[in-house]
């Protein structure tokens, strides 16, 4: 299990619970925990630890907004997403994250800016988030995104909202979806030996923190009106892309 200062503890306890929080609904924070634990662990090792504390989120979210799901996205982006996670793994035994991140906070920041233009011209480009391109396309960079760093959620929160999902449907399809690929990543980590007995018993040791941040999440979910939830996604989604820039 790794060694951590008090101080490291509770930056870990508060990212654990910010991971449950993104599970419940706001899935484009989910990228600051992921940060907070790469900068405890390094980039590599902590896509490991992060995953199982991720599957934990999952399971809470589907037990909350299982009946919302709406499966025809699920299906149409499962296909592509677990095409992209065995491209990531494939990608992970050649290449830096570091050489990635930049290009994938690029590919986010356009799509969120052609999300908020979109709401602006809801008539514009109407058509293209429901084609089977659009999905392939983001399903690809989703999976790809996922395995390299854990690091989908920005992604999907702009397909979601693009298709234009209600907010508890939103909910509800992520968390199958997401409970689905984090699933299919396992072997693919344990193989890359990411996923091993320490970081195991440190994620168990999280797991309360995580569970308590899906309860934190739902509340908010409920709280927040839809055009404001919409808001607070692209917002989330754009500051991730910000740091996957390098631009803080």
């Given at each position: ?41 390094g980039?590599?090792a ?11 989120g999952?399971v ?67 058509a ?60 693919f ?60």
């Amino acid at each position: 299990m790794p060694a951590l200062h008090p101080l490291e503890w509770i930056v870990a306890a508060l990212s654990a619970m910010g991971l449950g929080v993104a599970k419940a609904g706001f899935t484009g924070l989910s990228l600051l925990p992921v940060i907070a634990f790469a900068f405890l662990f390094g980039a590599r090792a902590s896509t490991g630890i992060v995953l199982p504390m991720l599957m934990v989120g999952d399971v809470g979210a589907v037990s909350l907004y299982r009946r919302h799901a709406r499966w025809e996205y699920i299906w149409r982006m499962l296909p592509p997403t677990c095409v992209g996670i065995i491209i990531g793994a494939w990608l992970m035994r050649w290449l830096t994250e570091g050489a990635f991140k930049p290009i994938i906070g690029w590919i986010v920041l356009v799509l969120t800016v052609l999300q908020v233009v979109r709401t602006q011209r809801p008539g514009w480009l109407g058509a293209i988030p429901h084609s089977r391109a659009f999905a392939w396309s983001l399903g690809l960079l989703a999976g790809v995104t996922t395995m390299l760093a854990n690091a989908a959620g920005p992604v999907i929160a702009i397909y979601s909202l693009s298709v234009g999902l209600p907010k508890f449907e939103l909910v509800g399809t992520n968390a199958w979806l997401f409970m689905i690929i984090n699933a299919f990543k396992v072997p693919f980590s344990l193989s890359l030996g990411l996923i091993h007995v320490g970081s195991l018993t440190f994620d168990l040791m999280l797991a309360p923190a995580v569970i308590a941040g899906v309860f934190v999440g739902r509340w908010l979910t409920r709280l927040i009106p839809q055009r404001l939830f919409d808001n607070v996604l692209l917002a989330f989604a754009a500051i991730a892309a910000l740091r996957l820039i390098g631009a803080f």
